[in-house]
């Protein structure tokens, strides 16, 4: 998979630098996006599978799980953060027979004090990882009313104090996915304007996939969207996605 060399700048929001997070180690994104994005007191981590800066992967659940988590702490740090200032955690798990493991590992990691998290257990992810972990965190670890994505929050966007969060937007079915992420992005792009900001102030996108075998279609679609900064972003293909190929949901800087 190829992609055009893109110039990764920061942005000043309201005095605030959105700046892209990517650590000289770690696994490198294979699409147009941030590995994290820091804004003020807030870092938005992409979702971390399970290999290593080397491609090596664990060969069990645990060390899986502890190699995501440990490419979301490599992540924070670069924004001088820790799992500690983690208050939202997605995660995503193709075999649910595995979900216990992943569990105690994060209960080792948070010393029994997991963030609030969501579960997703989904049939594919990007690259075959079985598991992939996202992540929000603040500087004082403050939950704000960011909440976790979801296929279940309807298209609407709503007003926070520092961000924009929009649901889901659904491409309708016929055009193919290329074609369908355009148009989704461009949909959420209209919504944000009316508010007040607009896709170039992105700092977090999830995109949801009916086939991840596309994958390199979204991409070629998504990229034209963010020359300048890509957002940080997870991407998965879920069981199923109402009416279209590509659903995706946003969080903008006002």
């Known amino acids: ?51 290593d ?9 645990r060390g899986q799980a502890i190699q995501c988590l440990n490419n979301v702490r490599n992540i924070l740090r670069a924004g001088q953060m820790d799992v500690a200032n983690i208050f939202s955690l997605q995660i995503y798990l193709t075999d649910k027979s595995q979900e216990p493991i992943v569990e105690q590992v994060l209960k080792d990691m948070f010393s029994g004090k997991i963030p609030p998290r969501t579960t997703l257990f989904v049939p594919k992810l990007p690259v075959e990882t079985p598991l992939e972990i996202t992540a929000y965190a603040h500087r004082a670890r ?24 929009c649901g889901i937007e659904v491409a309708a079915g016929g055009a193919d996915t290329e074609q369908q992420t355009a148009a989704v992005l461009g949909a959420l792009d209209a919504r944000l304007k009316v508010l007040g900001s607009s896709i170039t102030k992105v700092v977090a996108t999830n995109v949801f996939l009916a086939d991840i075998t596309e994958f390199s279609k979204m991409n070629a ?3 034209s969207f963010f020359l300048l900064r890509p957002p940080s972003r997870t991407t998965v293909q879920p069981f199923a ?14």
Request: aromatic letters at 8%; hydrophobic letters at 40%.
């Open 221 to 223: 679609a998504y990229a």
């Open 241 to 254: 996605i109402t009416r279209g190929r590509v659903a995706i949901s946003v969080v903008a800087v006002k």
């Open 142 to 165: 403050q939950t704000g009313e960011l909440e976790a994505p979801s296929l279940d929050r309807p298209a609407g966007c709503k007003q926070l104090k520092q961000f924009i969060q």
């Open 1 to 51: 998979m190829r992609f055009a060399l893109i110039v990764i700048l920061s942005i000043s929001v309201f005095g605030q630098e959105v700046k892209p997070l990517a650590p000289s180690s770690g696994p490198k994104p294979v699409g147009p996006y941030s590995p994290g994005i820091a804004f003020g007191d807030f870092v938005f981590v992409s979702g971390q599978g399970v290999g």
């Open 53 to 61: 800066g080397t491609g090596k992967r664990p060969a069990d659940t």
